[in-house]
């Protein structure tokens, strides 16, 4: 889940940082496309079918971010994916913040992506369009309190001199601009793709069996169905299936359990004797899968496309939402979980070289994140900046002293740096290539 911070200094400029959480992380990106995780833990999708059994290894879409990992960045084409994909999204939050100033008649004094040096740039009606080093957000800048300004400081259109309501309009413009944006992907992948429609089957999939590990030994190969474990028949897919396997497995180290198996449309039995880890629980070396393929329903007219776009947008924003409330929850669990730009383009470059379509969700669902993120009351997000002015409103339209605004939205900015920094430098010692240089 992409948690993207707007910095919203008082009456100077609006930034916006960018960084990942990821609720419940997996250990690594499979080698095998087909068996790479779904992003979010998500509600089942509008359309869910009930199929009859397969009896192939199904490839899983992935929907949205929940975990992820490091896998090298081998495709130059799919980090460039991933890449334009965080810059799209910086660049539409922005320009809602920019958009909503300039068409009021707001002074703007600079438009940038990134942060830190000025690599190219540009000036247009007085306003510096810029280009810069450090891909941890982008910023709209005012020339409110610039010393270097020849603009008055009384004059009606500096932001800070602009009524309640036109200064909320430019702090929220970049959430709606991206809850927008996430909107109109959604619907673009609805109209030229479709809509993911889940059917289930009975059992659970081998996507990877571990070399020399007891699966490996006794016979259990990648793509069987596992269909029942001594036994016990395991239902259509779901949460159950999988945990009633790995339970018995659990409870069966060095005794032996019986598979019944679909390989290749054909049942088979397969007896298999886990191993016994150190806590004395049972292990066979495999990972499973929900037994479920992922299809494409394509709207039949406009107003079913805009039906499955409204139900895939509420889907992941209550997705994204009930994953915030637990990383609040248990933050002292989940803090390890927060990622930065680096971690984005990783899992983006992962779901680019899996399945291109798979950009759709995942451009959609860093904007929603972006939005929900925005709009916490906390220092250095818009929703912190609409906190002051709130607190302005009460007090009757007195604003607090300029020291106090600006000393809570620097502690805030400050903060958001320091940690972009450290999530950069953490997230790019844990990609593999570097791994494997140290």
Not at 319 to 338: C, M, R
């Amino acid at each position: 889940m992409l948690t993207h911070l707007s910095l919203s200094p008082p009456s100077s400029y609006y930034y916006s940082t960018t960084r990942l959480h990821t609720p419940k992380p997996k250990s690594l990106f499979p080698s095998n496309p087909s068996s790479i995780p779904n992003f979010l833990p998500r509600k089942p999708y509008p359309h869910q079918n009930i199929g009859h059994p397969s009896h192939q290894n199904q490839n899983f879409k992935p929907s949205a971010l929940s975990g992820f990992g490091f896998g090298g960045f081998e495709s130059a084409q799919s980090v460039l994916e991933a890449v334009s994909v965080l810059t799209a999204i910086i660049v539409v939050h922005e320009s809602g913040h920019f958009l909503a100033a300039y068409l009021q008649g707001i002074h703007v004094s600079k438009f940038a992506v990134g942060f830190g040096p000025i690599l190219a740039k540009f000036n247009a009606n007085n306003v510096e369009y810029s280009l810069r080093a450090f891909p941890l957000g982008g910023f709209v800048g005012f020339p409110d309190n610039d010393p270097d300004s020849e603009i008055p400081v009384d004059d009606k259109n500096l932001l800070k001199n602009r009524p309640i309501f036109d200064r909320v309009l430019v702090i929220s413009a970049g959430v709606i601009a991206n809850i927008v944006f996430a909107f109109v992907i959604i619907f673009a992948q609805i109209v030229f793709v479709g809509m993911p429609v889940q059917e289930s089957f009975p059992g659970v999939i081998v996507p990877e069996v571990r070399p020399f590990s007891a699966a490996s030994r006794d016979g259990l190969l990648v793509g069987d169905v596992i269909l029942s474990v001594n036994d016990l028949e395991l239902p259509k897919s779901g949460p159950n299936s999988l945990s009633q396997v790995v339970d018995v497995i659990k409870k069966s180290p060095k005794s032996a359990v019986l598979f019944k198996v679909n390989r290749l449309g054909k049942d088979l039995l397969v007896k298999v004797t886990p191993d016994q880890n150190l806590d004395g629980s049972g292990r066979i070396g495999v990972q499973l899968a929900p037994n479920v393929k992922i299809l494409n329903e394509k709207p039949k007219d406009v107003l079913e496309a805009f039906s499955f776009t409204g139900r895939e947008f509420w889907g992941l924003t209550s997705n994204v939402v009930d994953s915030l409330k637990q990383t609040f929850l248990n933050f002292s669990q989940t803090a390890n979980k927060v990622a930065g730009p680096v971690a984005i383009i990783a899992v983006g470059a992962e779901v680019a070289k899996s399945n291109i379509d798979g950009l759709y969700q995942f451009a959609a669902i860093l904007n929603i994140n972006l939005a929900v993120i925005n709009m916490l009351p906390l220092p250095a997000l818009d929703g912190g900046s609409l906190a002051l002015i709130l607190v302005e409103a009460i007090r009757g339209g007195r604003k607090l002293p300029l020291e106090v605004e600006q000393g809570i939205m620097s502690s805030g900015i400050t903060l958001v740096f320091v940690l972009g920094l450290f999530l950069i430098i953490r997230d790019t010692l844990n990609l593999d290539f570097i791994k494997d240089l140290l």
